[in-house]
């Protein structure tokens, strides 16, 4: 089956930009979804889609995607953005869908 | 409001068996596709299993394949993860999770999870 691949870490400084990338072979025919994980906490869905955020999410969060990578971008990070975030997408090989590695961001 | 209840989960020895329940509410229940996916401790996500909203369709991950069984009783709003001869390696977090189709897949709505632990 596919795999997503995320980088392990990234930090930010207080309201500067980050980028968050997933890649794999599934992100050539099947969107990404993003979700964001705090400890203890359920993950959350931030991203869907071509670039679209559920009610409640901060237009400070926004996806695009090119080729076999996806992107998560966070402009003007804010202290409560610290988190893991997790890509994921459907699948045409082996499991119908796959999760990134997962990212862990921290706000410095 | 929107919302999904696990339960279900504990301690179970190896070669055990357990069954978890997700109560869902705030929303037509029967118009979802519905997910199980779980988290090891310390470790990333893993999807485990999703069922049509109808139970027509069901799919399963190859680690838990001809162990679990997904299953939803649409006029109880729950959705059922029956895990039978579990391992060491299924201990995790299992949350539920709806399953949006509009402008692509995702996972809209999570509960909170319920720990299962096998271990001897």
């Given amino acids: 089956s596919s795999e997503l691949t995320q980088d392990p870490a ?43 955020r559920p009610s409640g999410i901060p237009d400070r ?4 995607s090119s080729g ?29 869908y796959v999760f990134g590695t997962g990212t862990k961001v921290t706000v410095l | ?40 401790p310390g470790k990333g996500l893993e999807w485990v299993s999703y069922i049509s909203s109808s139970s027509s369709y069901t799919n399963y991950a190859d680690s838990v394949k001809g162990r679990f069984t997904i299953s939803r009783d649409n006029a109880k709003n729950s959705l059922y993860l029956q895990m039978n001869s579990l391992r060491a390696e299924d201990t ?15 996972f809209d709505i999570w509960g909170q999870g319920t720990m299962v632990t096998v271990s001897s």
């Fill in chain 1, 10 to 52: 990234v930090s930010v400084a207080l309201g500067q930009t980050v980028r968050i990338t997933c890649q794999g072979d599934s992100l050539r025919s099947y969107y990404a979804s993003w979700y964001q994980q705090k400890p203890g906490q359920a993950p959350v869905l931030v991203i869907y889609g071509k670039n679209n």
């Fill in chain 1, 61 to 64: 969060f926004s996806g695009s």
């Fill in chain 1, 68 to 96: 076999n990578t996806a992107s998560l971008t966070i402009t003007g990070a804010q202290a409560e953005d610290e988190a893991d975030y997790y890509c994921n997408s459907r699948d045409s090989s082996g499991n119908p």
């Fill in chain 2, 1 to 40: 409001q929107v919302q999904l209840v696990e339960s279900g989960g504990g301690l179970v020895k190896p070669g055990g068996s357990l069954r978890l329940s997700c109560a869902a509410s705030g929303f037509t229940f029967s118009d979802y596709y519905m997910s199980w996916i779980r988290q090891a």
């Fill in chain 2, 92 to 106: 995790a977090v299992y949350y539920c999770a709806r399953i949006t189709m509009v402008r692509g897949d995702a």
